[in-house]
Each structure stands twice: as structure tokens, then as C-alpha cells.
């Protein structure tokens, strides 16, 4: 049988296509309902897209970061479901955990056999959840300077059609990390990197390709520490330089290693960038899929190529001292749609945010499909 060629496949993809856009557009009318109702029509301060934000750490201290709470009844809603529009089995949707720290990450997972569609609005972000098989997923984070407290969360489920069918609302909690000073001291060189401009446009170039939205999963499971190194600073940090006022947080591990020492991929994706910076030296990104990426700095030689297909553990290139270093080191950063969040807890087994982890039925979030309100 000849395989089925271009032109027969592409009305099947622009249906597919004007039913995911309807239905992310209706999710976005919720979202908005949403803020106005819980937040009194105030946007809060970090639903600032991560462009908006410095970099590397990537937040800056001195941003007003106050946050509405909304109570989880207090959303309004898009409309009744679509006539029509029915699943076979209501689908069960998981949060875990529910309770988060600063700089953590967690999954949002849906259960729903039959469906077509189901997306996420977090934070100031409305996603599209990965599938494979039955199962709709992703995985989301705060940075490590989200006011604790709690953060709002719809998650919504479509027909294969586009057709709404639920719309279930929760409350995630961020808890204080208590996060510590670091102080740094910089001789001249690296002082002079500590310029406003150079950051920006260290920003400037990195965020578009960490904010890039592949739909499907590159990973394997539990990623592995890129380098054998010493973790010589670790996620949160205050930085003080100098001994000036924290103006940042680190956003991502250091691994100490000699000059030369291998650099090896974390888990399984596409090679997204190469290239230099005046704040971080020589880096590459790599895209595992699902708005998942990680981040490897301040290395001394790059052997890996934009579009590359990589495995855990090949060679990416060697441990230097490029960019804003004092010595030797690794800078590891983990991104999740755009927001870098603590590397610790995606290589301890305990910790990783798995979305295809088997989950507690009567860990399903409870409580009314707001479509039928």
C-alpha cells in the first residue's frame, strides 16, 4: 500500500488544528474571567512572561513580587459544556504535590480516556498538556522568588472534537524556602559583568530558545548530574557580590571540576543552542521536549550542534571558566516553560516530577466541572 502522501494528510491537520486553537482560545476567556474574579481585576506581578524578568540568577530582588490568592470557588466560567460534548468515564486529574517549595516543580496529569484535548492556565501561562496514550500531562514550576503562599490552577479537558467537557479548579501551595546569602567576591573583570546591559542581553538571547513549546517528550525518566564535580553552589542563593546587597538568586547547581573535564548530556533531547555570552561564556541548551530544557555554562569547548539528537550521558564538551567565573565550574540550570527551577530535585528519584508516575485514584482533585455552573 503506497504511503499516504502530503496533500491527503493536511486537511486532517488543519481540523486538528482549528480545534486545538478554539479550544486554547476558550481556555484563555476562562483564564481571564479567572484573575478578574480572584485577584479583584489585579494581574499579579509574576505572571510577568521570564523575558520581562533579569537573568542569573534570573529574578531580580528588587521587583515588586506581591501576588493575589484567589479562593478555589471563587472562578467564574466559560459556559455550560457543549452540548454534546461527553467522555465515557469523567476524566481524574492529578496535582502532585500539591504543596510546593520555592523553586520547585510539580505535575499536573489528566486521566482521560477518549478525550482530544486538555491544557493548563498556571501562573499566567495557558499550556497545552503532552499526550501519550490516555494520559495528558506536563510539568510546571515557580522560580525560586514566588511569594509563598497559594497560586491558582484550572485545568480544562476537551472532546476529540475541541468541544469542552471539564473544567476543574485547585489551589497549588508555595512554601518559604528560607533561602541563604552567598557572598562572592569579584575582581574587576568579572564586576564588569555585573552590568545591567550585559544580562539583558544575555537575556536577550537565551529566552527565546528556552521558552520554545515542543509538543512531545524527549526525557527518560530521572535526568543524571552533567558533571562529576563537586556541587560547589546550589539553587536559590542570594547573591551578594562584593559585599553588596543581594540583587539576584542562582538558578542552577555549580559543579566544581578541573579545567577540561567532560560535560556530558543529562537526558535525552535536541541540541536547541550553542553559542556565547559575555555573563556565561560558552553554553548549550538542550529541548527534552514539553517546554523541558536544560542549560550548561561557563564551558571552556562545545562539541555539540544546533539540531543535534542526543542521548544521556554523550559527550556535550568540557568543564572552563568562560563568562562571569571565579573559577573551573559547570553552571547547570533546569528551565520549565521559561522558569528556571532547583536541578536537585530532577536527579533525586524521590523527588522527580514524574508525569507518568501510577497515582492515587483518590488523589484526584475533587470538586465541580466548572462548565456546569
Not at 562539541?303 to 571565579?326: D, M
Not at 516553560?337 to 532547583?342: C, E, Q, S, Y
Amino acid at each position: 500500500m503506497p504511503k499516504p502522501t502530503r496533500e491527503r494528510l493536511v486537511p486532517r491537520a488543519q481540523r486538528a488544528s482549528r480545534s486545538r486553537r478554539r479550544w486554547l482560545l476558550l481556555t484563555a476567556l476562562s483564564l481571564v474571567a479567572f484573575i478578574f474574579v480572584a485577584c479583584g481585576g489585579d494581574a499579579p506581578d509574576n505572571s510577568k512572561s521570564p523575558a520581562d524578568l533579569p537573568s542569573d540568577p534570573v529574578t531580580s530582588l528588587g521587583a515588586d513580587d506581591s501576588s493575589g490568592a484567589a479562593a478555589a470557588d471563587g472562578t467564574s466560567q466559560i459556559g455550560p459544556a457543549s452540548e454534546g460534548a461527553t467522555l465515557a468515564t469523567d476524566p481524574l486529574i492529578f496535582i502532585s504535590p500539591r504543596e510546593i517549595r520555592q523553586g520547585e516543580s510539580f505535575v499536573v496529569a489528566v486521566d482521560a480516556p477518549g478525550a482530544g484535548f486538555a491544557s493548563v492556565a498556571f501562573n499566567g501561562q495557558i499550556l497545552s498538556l503532552l499526550r501519550e496514550g490516555s494520559r495528558f500531562f506536563t510539568i510546571l514550576g515557580v522560580d525560586a522568588l514566588t511569594p509563598p503562599g497559594p497560586l491558582p490552577l484550572i485545568v480544562s479537558v476537551a472532546d476529540s472534537v475541541g468541544r469542552p467537557v471539564v473544567q476543574r479548579e485547585s489551589l497549588v501551595t508555595v512554601t518559604d524556602a528560607q533561602w541563604q546569602i552567598e557572598v562572592i567576591e569579584l575582581d574587576e573583570s568579572n564586576s564588569d559583568l555585573l552590568d545591567p546591559l550585559i544580562i539583558a542581553e544575555d537575556a536577550a538571547i537565551r529566552f527565546p530558545v528556552q521558552q520554545v513549546e515542543t509538543p512531545e517528550r524527549h526525557w527518560n525518566d530521572i535526568f543524571d548530574p552533567p558533571s562529576t564535580g563537586v556541587i560547589t553552589s546550589s539553587y536559590g542563593f542570594l547573591r551578594s557580590y562584593n559585599q553588596r546587597a543581594p540583587e539576584e538568586y542562582h538558578s542552577g547547581l555549580d559543579f566544581g571540576a578541573e579545567n577540561g573535564a567532560p560535560v556530558l548530556a543529562p537526558n535525552a533531547g535536541v541540541i536547541a543552542w550553542v553559542g556565547q555570552t559575555r555573563r556565561r561564556g560558552n553554553g548549550v541548551l538542550i529541548d527534552h521536549g514539553g517546554g523541558v530544557f536544560s542549560g550548561h555554562y561557563h564551558m571552556s569547548e562545545v562539541f555539540a550542534e544546533v539540531g543535534q539528537v542526543i542521548n544521556a550521558g554523550e559527550f556535550l564538551g568540557r568543564v572552563g571558566a568562560t563568562g562571569l567565573a571565579t573559577g573551573p565550574h559547570l553552571h547547570w540550570e533546569i528551565v520549565v516553560h521559561g522558569v528556571t527551577v532547583d536541578p536537585v530535585q530532577w536527579i533525586r528519584l524521590l523527588n522527580f516530577p514524574d508525569p507518568l508516575a501510577e497515582f492515587d485514584v483518590s488523589q484526584a482533585i475533587q470538586g465541580p466541572n466548572q462548565l456546569d455552573r
